[in-house]
Every structure is written in C-alpha cells, then in structure tokens.
C-alpha cells in the first residue's frame, strides 16, 4: 500500500496480469459506480470463543464484557501500551464497479484460464473457527487453534465463459463434460487456486505482513467442482492464517479506502464482463476506540478515524514495502485513557488514513442509543506500568469531527451532515479526505501536526462520539511550580499555583479559595488567595510568594477554602548557599571496562554539588562540561561540549567517544568555568575479539 491516499498503484503486478486499482481514486461527478458504506450496532458485536483465545495463547486481546456494550483491551508493544476497542457492523453496497471484471481485474479470483469475460458470482461467509468446528479439520490443523484460525466457506458460479477465464487447462470440450474432466483435473486446479491464495498474500503483491505480523498459511484447503445445468460451482473449503488480511487488502486494493480487520462476513459479489455489484455485510473489529477529544477541556470519548492496518515497517526482499515506513521515526500524543503513555508523545503504533469518497459515495455511521460507558484514565500504583481507567455512564452523541458541517464550503460539492437526532453523521463524495486535512485552516492541532511531521496525523474523518450530557467539573487538586528541591534560606521564591480538574485538566474557570500551610512555622507563605477567572484562567503566579527562613526539610500544603481540592509538595531541602559545581562522576558504557577500537561509545555523566548524600547531585546545573583525553592528537572523537539544563538533573548520557588506536587513556571532564571541578577515568581501548567455531566429524562417530 503507498502514501498519501491509499493504494499500490501499479507498482507490482497482479496475478492475473493487471495492475492493482489503488484506493486512491477520488471520481467526479459523472462517475458510474456507486458505493455506501453504512456502520452500524457499534458496541453490539458478541465475542466468539476466539477472543479468548488469543488471550490464552498471546495476552493481546482481554475481553472486558460478555454483554452490551462489548469491550476488549488490546496490549501493543512497548509494555503498557493498552488501548480499550469496540467492535461494529459494517454494510457495503457497490454497483457498477468498472475496476472489477471479469474481462481484465476479477480481485477475487485468479485469471488462469484461456479466455476472458463472463459471469462469476461469489457467495462467501468468512469467520473464525472454535474448537468444535475445528474437529473436523485434520488433527494437526485443529492443534493450531489459537484464536486467528479463519475459514472461508461458499461457492463461487461460473458460467462458460467465466470457467474458461478462471479455471486452468479447461476449454470448451471440457466444460461440455466437466464433471468426468474434474474427476481428473480437480485436485490441479485445487492446488493452483489455493497457490495464487498463497502468492497473493505474499509480497510484493498484497503484502499482508506488516499488518498481518505474520505469513499467509494455507492451514488446509480444497476446492470441489461440479457443473449444474449451464454454470460450474465450486465449492470453497478454506482454513487458513490471514485470509482476513487478504480480503482487507483485496478491498483496498479495488476499491475501499481504509483497510479494517473483518470477522463473521458475509460477501456476494456478481463479477461481469465489465463491471461488478459487490454486497458485503460483516463485523469490524478495533472498529473505535477509547480517548480523549482534541478539543479543549479534553473529555472522554469514543474516536473513529480512517487508518490502514499496517504497523511494521518494510524489511526487502521478503516485505517490500509498508504504510508504516514514513510514520515509524515521528511520535503522537497518547490520550488513551488506561495507557502507561496518557498525555505522552510516543512513537506511532498505527498508520493513519484517509477515507476519500468518489461521487455517489457515502460514509455514514450511525452510533447507539442508551447509556454508554465513557473511560477516565487512572494513573498506575506506585511501582506498577499498567494503568486502569474508570467508567461513567452517559448518552453518546458527536462532540467533535473533522471534516464537519462547517466545512462543507471548502468540501463542495461533497457534504458533512451530523445528526444528533437522528444519531448518525453522513459524509456525502466526492471529498478528498486527504487534500481537505492537507490544505485546512479551520483546525489548529490538525494543521499544526500536520506541519510538524509533513503527514497526515491522524485519520479522517475523525469522528469524537462524546457524552451527550458531559461530566460535571470540579478542582480536585493544587499543583505547585516554581520551588527548586534545593532552595537557598531566606531567598524569595516565585511560585505559581493551577487548579486542576477530575480530569487532570486546567479548571479555567476556578472561583474559589487556596489556603497554603506547612510542617514548618518558619516559612512565610501567601495569603488565601481567590481565583479570578478573567485575571487566572486556574492558573495563579505568586512572585515572592514563599520564603524559607530555616535549614533542612520543609513540606508546602495547598488546600481549598471550603472545598476538596489539595496538593502537596514535599522533599523541600533548605541549604545555607547557592550551590556550587564541585566535581563530576565519569563512566565509560563499554563491555566489562574495555572500548573498541573504532567503535563509537557514550559516556554518563553525573554533576556534583558542595552539599552531602543524599543531596549532591546538583540538579539544577545549567553549566558546561568540557571532555579531554591524552590520547594522540588525532586518533580520538570527544563527544561535544555539553551544556546541562535543569531539566537534566544532573545527569547526561552523551555519546560520541571514539578512539582510533589500542592502549589506555585518560578522559578527563572538567565545568567550563570552574575548572578544579573535574573528574577523570582511565580508558582501556582493545580490539573485538573473534571466535571462529567449527564442525566437524559429523556423523563419523561411533
């Protein structure tokens, strides 16, 4: 699949000697083809046994609720890494489809017959096995079971000109007396469609395993044919690893912008000579997800977004080519509530879509009524990564989307319709998703993001289903900036106090009253203070607000007036005189002591204050540490000159150290202007060692 919209367009050739149709058409108004894409029962999908499964056997999928609403958490790489899904329904309607045919591009079927043209009609059920069902599979096969065992089952009619098309060594004579020439033939052309399943999962055609993080395995499969009056059926008995990954990459392909994960499908399609009518219905897992909206105060909230499924980067020969490749080095902010990353910028674990829609194309999800359950993050205990979250009831309705109404000035003639009453959102081609999200100006975290990594950032549309009522707010703690852990006695310190919500969000519009007290009655503290809004926002500066008129620990409190909001700031260490840099710890990462030659290292480095443990390290150093070496002039690489932030706290791992010629050094680290501070290390610079193993006398002895 390729960037920016979706679609491998004729870079690889297809098995039947066409080029792929990409996605990444956007038809104007004249088009022929239609499609509507209508989703629907989200939060309504049952889980099969299957889920269970695979968290038996991967602890990836963890259902939350054997009832509606029907949840699950899905755990990613890296640890801590949860994000709570919901599955739906999804209903596609296509006609006239010219990029399907049976004349050039039949997608779902090989073209390795001599003609071409005719009729294929499909009738399909995919979905994954239980154990029960697996019992009549081979015993072997049936061990596999793990979850993501999937069968595709139905019948594919042929008549004439379609068999001669598809099936490989038949003509006319044959089709005339197909069912004696099966007898013979059947198995070959078993092999060769269930083979081209095979290659077409592969790369560099669809490519599946970026997303699938597998191969395609043909666990077992036949194919049985018989003529019945004037058509050939076969008869479909598949049971594979990742033929949902192929169907996923066959709709992109053809026609469908997004790629989805699809279970419990039911597929009809009538494939002409030169156009297609394709009728799918099937349930969508990872359909939405919880998060918090975009939009400021950020609330809990269901999201929908266009996305492809590939999530590994590219590694040639064997996986060509990704969708992931452009976004793996840039990071996102994670607002999935029960993640160990919440409100962090990490790197991507997904690939972004857009959902483009040609004329006579719609996009319309219909969301539920009733209460619903909305996620609020609960931060991990103390020495534990994984968080939890917190679940309130409310009505849904579309808080947020990008495109929206608004914009259907800059979309014409393609429209956006919410519908709160109706509880649905329309969004009506031809809209290019991905110029629209490109070129906005409507929507700054979109835009900014946008300039910030030169890609799409996240899905569109990106539908926020909110809580229709919304969650009252109110200050449920005092968060105090601006004390250093080590402040000088009798100095004045600024501080500034913000009032936080429930949420962990900034209450801006705070009224009432903080009162500050301590362990200690030798600090002068501010007065109670009430929040204006117009003046603070919730957030208040106090300049000399606090003065330590005492040595050793101090402990600040902030409580509200009249309320429940506090806060708290401890391990305050009060010291006699500013600190001062005194010296430095140097170490060397090499194996057991020893560098290699020619081989880049890091060094850690720790800075030291006048003060005793536990409080020496001076995490306030805002210094520079310079590195020398009596190595030769030229046969070494320092690392640069550091200059420390307080956002360092003492320590640095800075890399860059390299030495060109065996033997021991001394590197020396000294602050730039106070220069008795200094430390230094001997290093030991060696070659790499080799071992050469080698077998031998193999089944020559006795």
Sequence with gaps: MAMPIGGLLGLVGHDNAVSPRGAAHIQGGGGAWSV??????????????????RWVYYGTEQVMSNSYPYMFK????PEGNVKVYANSRLNITARNMTQISMDENPEFLPLHGSARGGTAVIDWYMQYL??????????????????????????????????????????????????????????????????WLTREAAGPRLNIYPAYYGTFQMLTGSIAGVKVDDKVVLTYDIVTWG?????????????????????????????????????????????LYAFDTIQEPRRPCWVFEGMYQDVLPSAPPDVPYSDFDVYQDWRYLKAAP??????????????????????????????PSGQLPFLVHVPAEPGDIYASTAATLDTMSVRFSEPNSAENSEIAPGTVSVNNTARNVVFTGPIDMWDWANNQSSYDDLKDNWTRIDLLPHGVPWVELGMEHGLPRWAASFNLTGVQRMPVVNTPVNITVTVLDNYGQILSDYTGTVRFTSNRSDIDLPADYTFDPAVDGGKHKFTDGITFQGLGYYQINMSAVGGNATGTYTDIWVIPEPEEVTGFQLSVLGVKGIVIKGLSTSVEVTVFNQYPSPHN?????????????????????????????????GMATLSGLLYDEMGSYILTVTDQLNTSATESVTVVVSVQSEIDYRLYDMFEQP
């Design 617 to 649: 390290v001076f995490k306030g150093y805002n210094g520079t540490a310079e590195f020398s070496t009596d190595a030769p002039a030229g046969t070494y690489t320092l690392p640069p000159n550091a200059t420390f932030s307080p956002a360092n706290e």
């Design 130 to 195: 239980t154990s029960d069902e697996m019992k009549r599979y081979p015993s072997n096969t049936a061990g596999w079971l793990d979850g993501w065992v999937i069968s595709l089952n139905g019948t594919v009619t042929l008549d004439e000109e379609a068999s001669l098309s598809v099936i490989k060594g038949l003509d006319s004579v044959s089709f005339d007396n197909f069912n004696t020439w099966w007898q013979t033939n059947g198995t070959d052309v078993s092999n060769d469609i269930t083979g």
């Design 36 to 53: 509507d894409y209508l989703w629907y029962d989200m939060f309504n999908v049952p889980f099969g046994e299957w889920w269970n499964w």
């Design 243 to 287: 033929m949902e990954a192929v169907m996923m990459r066959w709709l992109h392909e053809a026609f469908m912008p997004t790629e989805w994960w699809f279970e419990d499908m039911n597929f009809h399609a009538v494939i002409g000579p030169e156009m297609t009518t394709l009728d799918i219905d099937t349930a969508v897992a990872y359909a």
């Design 74 to 77: 899905h755990y990613a790489p």
């Design 338 to 367: 029960g993640n160990a990353f919440y409100n962090q910028m990490m790197y991507y674990d997904y690939t972004p879509g857009a959902w483009n829609l040609s004329a006579n194309e719609t996009l319309t999800l219909n969301y």
